[in-house]
């Protein structure tokens, strides 16, 4: 779950060996290794999320509420929300349009990995810009 959301369903050996959706990746991400060489090697692995910071669980980010954290956030992501895609098959169903081969979400732009929430530059962007940084 996600700011009170589902965003996958699956059996726990498809969630735990075969995670979908953007933020289970980040939860296996950040579930330590047993094996002292596999979490080393996770260690030196950048964590798979575009912010840390979590947003108000009483006002969620519009469209997919993972979005403004998502490393593979596109437009679309921004101004729709996505549905419960899924392997019936396997019982595993993921939120999120990447689930989707047709949806437009491959063709819109993706979300700049320095941009805010609310869409605009950073405050890293902003002092370049006005030439107050080096
Ligand atoms: S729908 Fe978009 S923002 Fe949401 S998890 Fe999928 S790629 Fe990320």
Excluded at 33 to 51: C, G, N, T, W
Excluded at 118 to 132: F, M, Q, R, Y
Aim: overall charge negative.
């Amino acid at each position: 779950m996600y700011l009170g959301e589902i965003v996958e369903i699956g059996t726990a050996d498809e969630i735990i060996t075969n995670p979908q959706h953007p933020y289970t990746k980040v939860l296996r991400w950040a579930t330590p290794m047993l094996d002292p060489e596999q979490a080393e090697e996770a260690m030196r692995e950048s964590p798979p999320v575009r912010k840390i910071d979590i947003p108000d669980a009483t006002n969620p980010p519009s469209g997919c509420r993972f979005h403004t954290r998502c490393p593979e956030a596109r437009e679309a992501c921004r101004q729709e929300t996505p549905e419960l895609y899924g392997d019936d098959r396997r019982r595993h169903r993921t939120k999120c349009f990447r689930q989707d081969d047709d949806h437009e979400y491959w063709q819109s732009p993706e979300i700049s990995k320095t941009e805010d929430t609310e869409g605009t530059a950073s405050p890293v962007d902003d002092a370049s810009a006005d030439g107050t940084s080096g």
